[in-house]
């Protein structure tokens, strides 16, 4: 019988609406190799890996009457070439016109009736380059029985290994009659699981702190103590937060690791490599930014003002039979955004950070980057899946910030050269905040509503501004 939607899934397709998709997404930039690169090349590469994530050949179908949560059943019309599009900017084609692509494609919600996916080969970048621009349904990415088909594709040796057998046959779709008698054993099963779906089916949200931790990918559990600590205030009142609208806007920022790495290494100097971490400088860079865009505004800023962030972390639980990726725990730090010294603003997020996950096991960033593939576009999946299941009242922002992998990687013999995730806005949020770190880089995505932020590109300006302000602190130790 098919697999049925956990309550958690099943919340993601009942909270979207015209202005909040709830798919993710991420922004591949290439080389192209000597031969080139084009559209039925990427066809062959995708079609020879999607047996490794079965469920991207399956559709949602709803139970009668809405009784139940939907169930995974096999799209028996499955067309690759409907899901793996192709486009073109006028060349050469500049940065801010590959931004103006993805913030136009990422608002467009997915076809509930075929499988929830897209991939867009876009052509024409300057320098013969090209992109690959993912969207992948938070329903669908869970970490166990899909990843992101941004994870797939990606290999870290140069050409495509295969092909890999695929003995895929669509099953018949069952009759309305023969999902409601599955609703009814599995009912009979474990009454205790369908009822919870159906009673998130029905209310549409899933807003409860402790229980959507647990609900979503294991969580540790002595990390949700602090969590419920944080939530228990509620955010300051922000211009992160406002009405939204369906349409987007989305910047892309490239940053130096080294650069985050040298603040690292000369704030810990003498006193303990451990104190601040690479992470904590990032968060640091995050704050100064938007310190200066909030004065670029006008604002008024106090000494303790703060903007509470909802930072997704890879956690493990020895108790916990799961892989890495499948444990992701929420952080709720306060960004100073009120305090005017580089310095201080590090000390203080990485003071928040590791009394958020104190007496946890936090992975490490060698271990995140260490998982099998390219796994930065299910993990920042995994985070916006956590990011949506939360109460917006308790942040004013999602950053998600997963490490890739310091090596280069490769879709066929194309050479990946950036990676920018692509994080959905919730409801009453203007702004989130995707990171990966990947080959020597750090690969901002900033994704905002289109008329709340019409000044997003100024807190672009304003990340690079950051970093090198932390840079050029001598407060800070050489």
């Known amino acids: 019988m098919p697999d049925r939607l956990s309550s958690l899934d099943a919340s993601f397709l009942y909270l979207e609406d015209s202005t909040t998709p709830m798919h993710v997404g991420s922004v591949m930039v290439f080389d192209p190799p000597a031969g080139g690169f084009d559209y039925e090349r990427l066809i062959d590469l995708v079609s020879n890996r999607i047996a490794f994530v079965p469920r991207y050949r399956q559709r949602v179908r709803a139970l009668p009457g809405g009784l139940l949560a939907p169930v995974w059943v096999d799209d028996e019309d499955f067309d690759l070439t409907y899901h793996v599009r192709r486009s073109a900017l006028p060349r050469p084609g500049s940065t801010a016109q590959l931004e103006e692509f993805v913030a136009r494609v990422q608002a467009r919600a997915l076809d509930r009736n075929r499988p929830l996916w897209e991939l867009y080969l876009v052509e024409g970048l300057e320098d013969d380059r090209f992109a690959i621009v993912t969207k992948t349904h938070e329903a669908l990415v869970d970490g166990v029985h899909a990843v992101d088909i941004g994870q797939v594709i990606v290999d870290p040796e140069v050409g495509s290994p295969g092909p890999f057998p695929d003995t895929w046959h669509a099953s018949k779709e069952p009759s309305d009659v023969e999902l409601l008698v599955s609703g009814v054993l599995d009912l009979v099963r474990s009454p205790g699981h369908i009822l919870d779906s159906a009673g998130t089916v029905a209310s549409g949200s899933a807003t409860d702190v402790q229980h959507a931790a647990k609900t979503l990918i294991s969580t540790a559990r002595r990390a949700l103590g602090a969590l419920a600590r944080t939530a228990a205030r509620p955010a300051p009142t922000s211009p992160l937060n406002a009405s939204i609208g369906a349409h987007r806007r989305f910047v892309m920022v490239e940053t130096g690791l080294a650069d985050y790495q040298e603040v690292r290494a000369r704030m810990s100097k003498g006193r303990g490599t451990e104190e601040v971490t690479v992470h904590d400088v990032m968060l640091a860079t995050i704050t100064g930014a938007l310190r200066a865009w909030l004065l670029s505004r006008g604002q008024g800023l106090t000494t303790g003002e703060v903007v509470r962030a909802m930072v997704p972390l890879g956690v493990h639980d020895p108790d916990l039979d799961t892989r890495p990726g499948e444990q992701v725990a929420a952080c709720f730090i306060d960004l100073p955004v009120g305090e005017p010294s580089p310095m201080m603003r590090v000390h203080q997020v990485a003071y928040g950070l590791h009394q958020q996950i104190e007496g946890g096991s936090a992975l490490s960033a060698s271990a995140l980057s260490s998982l ?107």
């Open 372 to 478: 099998a593939g390219f796994a930065p576009p299910t993990l920042h999946s995994l985070g916006a899946r956590l990011g949506g299941a939360m109460s917006r009242r308790m942040f004013n922002l999602v950053v998600t910030n997963v490490p890739g992998p310091q090596r280069r990687m490769y879709a066929g013999e194309a050479a990946l050269v950036a990676s920018y995730p692509v994080i959905p806005l919730a409801g009453g949020q203007a702004l989130t905040v995707g990171l990966t770190s990947y080959d020597g880089k750090v690969y901002f995505g900033l994704n905002a509503d289109r008329d709340a932020m019409p000044d997003v590109d100024i807190l672009g300006q304003c990340l690079m501004d950051a970093l090198e302000e932390l840079l050029a602190d001598k407060e800070i130790s050489r």
